[in-house]
């Protein structure tokens, strides 16, 4: 055992430079004591091989040992404290680039104690609140979770005891003007002027539904935009295309019983008129103020095509009569417009005007109560060919069918 601690340290000197060799020979032997294993195994520092997290086994230069927890939207997606959770308090940092040169709040997200009772300074023990301490989802280019006992103390002070902060939220609105339950002191930690996660400004959201609505696309989700806590533009995309940018300011209840801060009003319902057909739609939330975009969601919908039957197509003296039903879901209960052609040719483009209870009594997506025609064309003696199209919103036509008549 001695001799490999010789070699050891051997090794180890060789890794420092000669200036401070000395006065760091003394970690070197503690990391012997310590971590002999380690250090012997492991291209680390002897310093990091005494030095550890609590809770942790990582380097002391990480982030999850810097001695600050890590933001909820790192963890969850949103930049809201987290269910189980109660804002304890909150500080700033004044000129935040973050925040266009005005201050950047930082407020924390203690855990709630329940039934266990705390000590003098307000906080109880994470074995008593549940909370477990460590690195952010074990990592350690992440800042710690549940180990930080403290509270600053302007929020929900009808809570005399509260748990280890479990996440921190950052916004560039005042805490006061968006959670009534914290107060205006001001406490204020420059250290913190560089803390940041992407995640704190970027929107997030969700597509809830994408149906065809008759000819239209109906696209229903929510989205919060998480630097400010404002309205989220929403940019929808069909197949690569912008189809649609509206603000997520539809009432959602649900949304405000998930995060409490954001409000009711977060949600999307547009509805537009789309091609028959397969579709890719897509969705991102956008910040107003930074242009940052966030992917919420994709769905594939079909558009319903128009619909109907050639029922009839009898030739007669001089005439042709043709008969049926049309049905086109972009019209949604407006007659339908159908199009006659008589070898080929284009005769006649017009509404549907005659009443079919049997269509109408089928629930066929678009019928009109007068989705039937019925037509009598004039033509010339000898065998033809008649076809009858529903003519979409868009201008294209559909084929219904095609029959051989005789002309006498």
């Known amino acids: 055992m001695t001799s490999l601690a010789e070699r050891v340290v051997g090794v180890a000197s060789r890794r420092l430079d000669r200036r401070g060799f000395l006065g760091r020979s003394a970690v070197i032997g503690s990391a012997l004591v310590v971590a002999p294993a380690e250090l012997a195994l ?21 982030l999850c040992c810097d001695g600050y927890t890590e933001f909820c939207c790192t963890s969850t997606g949103a930049n809201a404290c987290p269910d189980g959770t109660i804002t304890g308090g909150w500080w700033k940092v004044d000129g935040s680039a973050y925040c266009g040169g005005s201050a950047r709040y930082y407020l ?22 549940g909370t477990p301490c460590g690195c952010d989802g074990g990592r350690c280019d992440r800042r710690k979770s549940g180990c930080t006992q ?39 930690d420059e250290r913190t002027r560089n803390h940041h996660r992407p995640c704190a400004l970027e929107p997030f959201g969700a597509i809830d539904d994408c ?7 109906r696209v229903v989700g929510w989205a919060v ?32 019983a998930a995060w409490p801060v954001f409000g009711s009003r977060r949600g999307f319902d547009v509805v537009q008129v789309a091609a028959a057909g397969q579709h890719v739609v897509c969705a991102y939330a956008i910040d107003r103020t930074t242009g940052i975009g966030r992917f919420v969601g994709f769905r594939l919908v079909t558009v319903a095509s128009p619909t109907g039957s050639l029922d ?31 070898d080929g040719v284009a005769v006649i483009e017009t509404g549907t005007s005659v009443p079919r209870p049997d269509v109408f009594a089928a629930g066929v997506p678009g019928a009109s109560p007068t989705p039937g025609f019925s037509l009598d064309l004039g033509a010339t003696a000898g065998p033809h060919e008649v076809c009858v ?7 294209a036509a559909t084929r219904l069918a095609c029959a051989p008549v005789l002309v006498v």
């Not at 924390?108 to 609140?129: E, I």
């Not at 809570?159 to 339950?181: E, H, K, M, N, S």
């Not at 690569?240 to 405000?256: L, M």
């Open 312 to 342: 009839t197509a009898v030739g007669g003296v001089g005439v042709i009569s043709v008969a049926g039903w049309a049905a086109d879901p972009g019209r949604w209960a407006a007659p339908a417009v159908v199009r006659v052609s008589v």
């Open 389 to 395: 199209d529903v003519v979409g919103w868009t201008g």
């Open 150 to 188: 403290f509270r600053y103390g302007q929020c929900h002070q009808e809570t005399p005891c509260i748990g280890p902060i479990v996440c921190r939220v950052v916004t560039c609105t005042p805490p006061w003007l968006f959670d009534p339950a914290c107060g205006t002191s001001s406490r204020t």
């Open 225 to 256: 935009d998480n630097r400010d806590y404002g309205t989220s533009l929403v940019r929808i995309y069909v197949d690569g295309q912008v189809w649609a940018d509206v603000d997520a300011n539809v009432e959602r209840p649900d949304v405000a």
């Open 108 to 129: 924390d997200c203690n855990a709630q104690c329940g039934p266990c009772g705390c000590g003098p300074n307000g906080v109880c023990s994470g074995a008593c609140s």
């Open 211 to 217: 149906v065809d609505a008759g000819g239209s696309i």
């Open 42 to 62: 492991r291209p680390t520092s002897a310093y990091a091989a005494v030095c550890r997290c609590r809770g942790s086994n990582c380097a002391c230069g990480s």
